[in-house]
């Protein structure tokens, strides 16, 4: 047969390598696709409630090191067991009761009670394409390449969550990234020094400098600015860490805007702030777009570049009624930026390292209204303060032993 390879460049999914196989003598075909990109900073897990036919129809990116798993079936496709691949659910499921009906005339010769368990099990996954009952699916990604379709795009779809984490050390060992454990000068002083280390640009992945510096924001917190600048293609981009604690409280931040004046207030979203405009029923997830330091405007325009580079409501597979949808929603941002249409813009940080510029300071803001509050439990187990101690370890340690 013939394989065909192509380097081929996803909004989302940077640079893939499409593979297809086609058998003449039988007819046989085969698409695989392996990333060729980056690997993302953080890892993403998709966990999505199967509740009707049209979720088995949702397209679905799992890369190679990806795990799908079925909880109810006590069922998992392992990391690094099959090559990535761009399907559906139904696909996933399709293919997996490919590859255990492929063994199993073997099987029934050498053990008739392994063989009819497994057939069993295959009748369990069939079952699971009628949805006769609803079932979970999640794809947990440390690489932060695959997706999962969101058909209800711009607007969050209650029924699929997306968690970003960091790896963790074994799962940045099976990536084969290396960690640098060398210990930090504690004698350097970051606050009057500019640091520029050696990196990739993440467009075209040609050798550039980053810099980062520590910088005090007024009426706010220090935080650290990392901006990265391309010789080679132009490309710029900045990113904003907090250089801060967790606050003991998370931040709720609601402005209302009314003026075009508006799009002028600094900005500062960490990581684990999330965003959300009502009058638009859109939300964005802590993590999506990382950290950044900008305007109100920069910010909303990074929104409507990420809604418009939407992989599955471009090419060939996208359906002209999402299209319209996106089209709708990005006029509708954009009359927001020109102070046509009034709206409230929310942003709601459970680490309370988030900013929005007061141009009333040290006056209050009448547009803008601060709140905190204690977070839940889900929320401290998403920043790691569940089983995070700070007090007493030493003492519990030396008992323990």
């Not at 075209?204 to 980053?210: G, Q």
């Not at 810099?211 to 650290?224: D, T």
């Amino acid at each position: 047969g013939v394989t065909r390879l192509l380097l081929t460049r996803i909004p989302f999914f940077k640079e893939i390598i499409v593979s297809s196989f086609a058998c003449d003598s039988c007819s046989w075909s085969n698409t695989e696709i392996q990333s060729a990109g980056r690997i993302q900073e953080q890892g993403v897990r998709y966990t999505l409630a199967v509740t009707s036919r049209q979720d088995m129809n949702r397209e679905v990116v799992k890369t190679d090191c990806a795990t799908a798993r079925i909880p109810e079936l006590d069922f998992e496709i392992p990391a690094f067991t099959q090559k990535g691949v761009l399907t559906t659910i139904e696909g996933i499921i399709d293919r997996a009761v490919a590859g255990l009906e492929q063994d199993q005339p073997v099987r029934r010769a050498r053990d008739e009670e392994v063989a009819s368990k497994i057939d069993e099990f295959i009748g369990k996954l069939k079952q699971l394409k009628e949805v006769r009952s609803s079932f979970t699916f999640i794809i947990d990604d440390p690489s932060g390449n695959s997706f999962v379709e969101n058909p209800h795009a711009p607007r969050k779809d209650d029924a699929l969550a997306v968690t970003r984490y960091r790896r963790t050390p074994q799962q940045a060992a099976l990536l084969g990234l290396e960690l640098d454990e060398k210990p930090a000068d504690p004698v350097e002083d970051l606050r009057n020094e500019v640091l520029q280390f050696n990196t990739n640009c993440p467009e075209c992945n040609a050798p550039a400098n980053t810099n980062m510096k520590l910088v005090q924001i007024p009426h706010f917190k220090e935080v650290i600015i990392m901006a990265t600048n391309c010789d080679s293609c132009g490309h710029r981009t900045n990113e904003v860490k907090s250089g801060g604690a967790i606050e003991p409280q998370g931040t709720r931040i609601t402005l209302r805007i009314t003026d075009p004046s508006d799009m002028t207030r600094d900005i500062l979203k960490s990581e684990t702030c999330s965003v959300e405009i009502p009058e638009l029923e859109f939300e964005l997830g802590m993590g999506v777009l990382g950290g950044k330091f900008t305007t109100l405007e920069g910010l909303l325009k990074d929104i409507a570049d990420l809604v418009e580079r939407n992989p599955f409501t471009l090419g060939d597979s996208s359906r002209p009624s999402k299209t319209e949808k996106l089209r709708e929603f990005v006029g509708k941002l954009h009359e927001i930026v020109e102070g046509k249409t009034k709206a409230h813009f929310i942003m709601d940080d459970p680490a309370g390292n988030s900013y929005l510029q007061n141009v009333y300071a040290p006056e209050e803001d009448p547009e803008l209204k601060v709140e905190r509050y204690e977070r839940t439990f889900e929320q401290n187990e998403d920043l790691g303060l569940n089983d995070m101690k700070t007090e007493g370890y030493e003492s519990e340690g030396a008992s323990g032993r």
